[in-house]
């Protein structure tokens, strides 16, 4: 069972670098979504990126 769920991971991660990279539409981030929500800490990790991604670009805008 461990096996199955690794070449499943497996799958879907190179499913979401092959579908993610060259097309940014809002299909492939929802399926990309779907897939990690199981993940709760990467999802924390990439919001928080995110948010300090924004922040960064507010502040060099202001200045």
Do not use: D, G, T
């Not at 497996?10 to 399926?31: D, E, F, H, T």
């Amino acid at each position: 069972m461990p096996r199955v769920a690794y070449i499943f991971n497996q799958r879907a991660l190179k499913a979401m670098w092959y579908n993610l990279v060259p097309s940014m539409s809002w299909k492939n981030w929802i399926y990309v979504a779907h897939r990690i929500v199981w993940n709760e800490k990467l999802v924390i990790i990439l919001i928080s990126l995110l948010c300090y991604a924004v922040a960064l670009l507010l502040i060099l805008s202001v200045i």
